[in-house]
């Protein structure tokens, strides 16, 4: 599995969600692998999964539905992270735009936000959205988040909410969100972690690995607490601290067990599962 591949088969995936919810065809994103936005449809039915409730009625109040059922993250950074008006916010990975039109009621006319997201039916989404929702301080930017189309010391605030976990190569992501930050900005993600690394042989097993769709389900993808400090730290930041938000159960899977899972015992695929987790992960350009 070489990185063109992990970045095709993540477009391929959330390309079509997009689609699903502009058709109407789906409520959700699911289909029958985990995902960051929760888990299979009938467990979603049943009500696990990790994208539901995260946002309040008082903050979904005056959204368009479809920027709500368009929701895939596994956080809330939005309320985490410290918006102030008159601020530049930028969201890596803005899917149906939840999180842009959030920020941008958050920082004002004054303000902007931009949601970066490399997948035309997602910002075709996000741009019908913020239109339904009257938003204009919003600016949609096609491109990758390792290679963020926006110049240097632009931005006081990075969001994003489930993405960084699907790069390939997270370290140019890192680099990438430090590079666009002004002096004294902020970084203020919620991720998938993996808390305290996988069992050994977990980590280097070829099918964990090679199971794309865990990939683009944010779980074969997600940097262990420590990568993911070390990551930030070796791009520059200081004041990193990873909060966990939710941590991730069985139930979380829903009932058809993805590839890698397929061959281990219960109790062993109950206590990986349990290692992963829900994760607001702040850190600071000095
Ligand atoms: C799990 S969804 C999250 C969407 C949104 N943040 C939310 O909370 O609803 C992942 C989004 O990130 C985008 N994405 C994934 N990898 C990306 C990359 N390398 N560069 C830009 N966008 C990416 C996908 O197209 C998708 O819209």
């Given at each position: 599995?070489?990185q063109?591949?992990?970045?095709?088969?993540?477009?391929?995936?959330?390309?079509?969600?997009?689609?699903?919810?502009?058709?109407?065809?789906?409520?959700?994103?699911?289909?029958?692998?985990?995902?960051?936005?929760?888990?299979?449809?009938?467990?979603?039915?049943s009500?696990?999964?990790?994208?539901?409730?995260?946002?309040?009625?008082?903050?979904?109040?005056?959204?368009?539905?479809?920027?709500?059922?368009?929701?895939?993250?596994?956080?809330?950074?939005?309320?985490?992270?410290?918006?102030?008006?008159?601020?530049?916010?930028?969201?890596?990975?803005?899917?149906?735009?939840?999180?842009?039109?959030?920020?941008?009621?958050?920082?004002?006319?004054?303000?902007?936000?931009?949601?970066?997201?490399?997948?035309?039916e997602?910002?075709?989404?996000?741009?019908?959205?913020?239109?339904?929702?009257?938003?204009?301080?919003?600016?949609?930017?096609?491109?990758d988040?390792?290679?963020?189309?926006?110049?240097?010391?632009?931005?006081?605030?990075?969001?994003?909410?489930?993405?960084?976990?699907?790069?390939?190569?997270?370290?140019?992501?890192?680099?990438?969100?430090?590079?666009?930050?002004?002096?004294?900005?902020?970084?203020a993600?919620?991720?998938?972690?993996?808390?305290?690394?996988?069992?050994?042989?977990?980590d280097?097993?070829?099918?964990?690995?090679?199971?794309?769709?865990?990939?683009?389900?944010?779980?074969?993808?997600?940097?262990?607490?420590?990568?993911?400090?070390?990551?930030?730290?070796?791009?520059?930041?200081?004041?990193?601290?990873?909060?966990?938000?939710?941590?991730?159960?069985?139930?979380?899977?829903?009932?058809?067990?993805?590839?890698?899972?397929?061959?281990?015992?219960?109790?062993?695929?109950?206590?990986?599962?349990?290692?992963?987790?829900?994760?607001?992960?702040?850190?600071?350009?000095?």
């Amino acid at each position: 599995m070489d990185q063109q591949q992990i970045t095709e088969a993540v477009r391929s995936r959330y390309s079509s969600i997009a689609r699903q919810v502009t058709d109407g065809t789906s409520a959700h994103c699911c289909d029958t692998t985990p995902t960051c936005c929760g888990e299979t449809s009938a467990a979603a039915a049943s009500g696990n999964t990790i994208s539901q409730d995260l946002y309040t009625v008082t903050e979904l109040d005056g959204l368009p539905l479809k920027a709500a059922l368009a929701s895939l993250g596994c956080g809330n950074p939005t309320a985490l992270a410290d918006l102030r008006p008159g601020e530049t916010v930028l969201d890596l990975g803005s899917g149906g735009g939840i999180d842009v039109l959030l920020s941008a009621r958050r920082v004002g006319p004054e303000g902007l936000a931009y949601g970066l997201d490399m997948t035309d039916e997602m910002l075709d989404l996000a741009r019908h959205n913020a239109a339904e929702a009257g938003v204009e301080n919003v600016r949609w930017l096609k491109g990758d988040i390792a290679s963020i189309p926006l110049p240097d010391a632009s931005v006081d605030i990075i969001i994003s909410n489930c993405v960084i976990n699907l790069a390939a190569d997270k370290q140019p992501v890192f680099a990438e969100a430090f590079r666009v930050l002004k002096p004294g900005g902020r970084f203020a993600v919620s991720d998938v972690v993996i808390h305290g690394g996988l069992p050994v042989g977990m980590d280097e097993s070829a099918a964990f690995r090679r199971d794309l769709s865990s990939w683009s389900g944010c779980i074969a993808g997600a940097l262990t607490d420590a990568e993911y400090r070390a990551g930030l730290a070796a791009a520059g930041f200081t004041a990193i601290d990873l909060e966990i938000t939710r941590r991730y159960t069985l139930a979380d899977v829903g009932a058809k067990l993805p590839m890698w899972a397929q061959t281990l015992d219960t109790a062993t695929v109950a206590a990986i599962i349990s290692r992963f987790a829900s994760t607001f992960v702040r850190a600071h350009k000095p």
